[in-house]
């Protein structure tokens, strides 16, 4: 289990008042830490603290004049602080604000991402242990296969999820980073101890080697993290929604009393929540490539990154939150239909079993090259015939009827064999 965390919702994490509050809680923790060392005065410190606001209307008004956004910050942040104001961002750049702070960002972001993540993962591992043993027909290619279980796909899902969540943790560390070290990061006008002592208290680590900027590896391996993750969320979605074709019908996504699914047509009932996920999944994965692109900047720094993110980063955590809050109520409130899974599973006749009595004829003697062509004549004549029946097909092969009895023909249609491993899988998740 991770860390739980109390949060606000994520679209205040990206508004500029909690930009410019991320600011202010540096430009304090550097202030504090310049203090510790004897840089500038204790009571200094204690003035600004007790002192220091901003006005967002106001910084973005000095910033109309200005044309830079910290500067606008800081003129304001003053003028609530007064002559105290001097021992504000002493030594430093402003990509030692923007780039720490933004990591506080990130991170509280990721708590909240994560913290949904967590819904997702009891949500699926309730479905699959409610539905470990109803049997429906695995696909490949999108053709019927052989038997498994609907708690089985689930598990599958469980699985990737819980993949999901360890990278998250490991990308949380990645990510809480900051960086105090100047305007091409050798310190040449900042005690690297600032930066050491700043930082712990934002409990983030000092970046190992910044240039003016921490470097986009970061950001980048955050985004594409967040693309994984809506990606896995796509597979379930375009999952539900093959599930629910009317045609197959064996999932479906809740539909509420008064919902409507067309202007024309008051039969539909549409999967319009999967095929959003689909399409949000898109988006974020286009952002994905935005980030990478954002690695290679000029020498230590120039800004072609930082309109990019203003855009990617919020878009990406934002969406990110809501297609887990849309998958998890998806899987929570999904309507399954054991029933169909079983109609579909038969048709035909069973010739899913196909490998069983080809495996069997094999066992009992036979020469596989012989066994394939009985089976497969058998299958392709059951096959897309309204009364086509592999099974009666197969009890009335003289060839099969050679070599297997009346008992061991039925064996090979039973879908229990095909799950006699089910609980190995399940022990591994511990459903």
Not at 57 to 68: D, S, T
Not at 257 to 279: C, D, F, V, Y
Not at 284 to 303: C, K, P, Q, S, Y
Not at 413 to 422: E, G, I, K, V, Y
Request: charge should be negative; include cysteine; proline fraction near 3%.
């Amino acid at each position: 289990m991770i860390e739980r965390y109390t949060l606000p919702e994520m679209g205040e994490l990206w508004t500029d008042t909690y930009k410019l509050k991320t600011w202010l809680q540096v430009e304090i923790a550097v202030c504090e830490a310049q203090a510790e060392l004897g840089y500038i005065p204790t009571e200094a410190v204690e003035e600004i603290k007790a002192k220091a606001n901003f006005d967002p209307e106001r910084v973005l008004e000095i910033e109309a004049e200005v044309r830079h956004d910290v500067i606008a910050f800081l003129t304001n942040v003053n003028e609530y602080v007064g002559d105290v104001g001097r021992y504000i961002h002493l030594g430093l750049t402003s990509s030692d604000v923007l780039d720490t702070a933004l990591a506080l960002q990130m991170v509280a972001s990721l708590n909240l991402i994560l913290e949904c993540l967590e819904e997702l993962i009891q949500a699926i591992r309730y479905q699959a242990q409610q539905h470990r043993y109803t049997v429906m027909v695995g696909r490949s290619h999108g053709i019927h296969a052989e038997p498994i279980t609907f708690g089985f796909k689930l598990a599958g899902w469980l699985a990737e999820v819980l993949r999901n969540r360890d990278r998250l943790v490991r990308l949380r560390k990645d990510i809480s980073v900051g960086k105090i070290s100047g305007a091409v990061g050798t310190y040449g006008n900042i005690d690297p101890r600032v930066e050491a002592i700043a930082t712990q208290k934002l409990q983030l680590q000092p970046d190992t080697a910044s240039t003016q900027v921490i470097s986009r590896d970061r950001h980048a391996e955050y985004v594409q993290q967040l693309a994984l993750l809506a990606a896995s969320i796509e597979r379930f979605a375009v999952e539900i929604r093959n599930l629910q074709r009317t045609d197959v019908l064996e999932v479906e996504e809740y539909f509420s009393k008064g919902q409507k699914g067309s202007s024309a047509m008051p039969h539909k009932r549409n999967p319009i929540r999967s095929e959003r996920l689909t399409g949000i999944a898109r988006i974020i994965r286009g952002h994905a490539v935005a980030a990478l692109e954002n690695v290679a900047l000029w020498h230590e720094r120039d800004i072609s990154h930082s309109s990019v993110e203003r855009v990617i980063l919020p878009d990406t955590c934002i969406l990110t939150h809501f297609m887990l809050k849309e998958i998890t109520g998806l899987v929570k409130n999904l309507l399954v239909y054991p029933e169909n899974m079983k109609r579909n599973m038969n048709v035909y006749g069973g010739v899913i079993f196909s490998q069983r009595v080809l495996l069997t004829l094999v066992e009992k003697g036979m020469n596989r090259e012989d066994a394939y062509k009985i089976v497969q004549s058998c299958a392709h004549q059951a096959w897309n015939r309204s009364q086509g029946n592999f099974h009666e097909l197969i009890r009335q092969d003289p060839q099969v009827t050679k070599v297997l009895s009346t008992q061991e023909i039925e064996a090979c249609f039973d879908p229990q064999r095909h799950l006699r491993h089910l609980d190995d899988i399940y022990q591994r998740l511990c459903i």
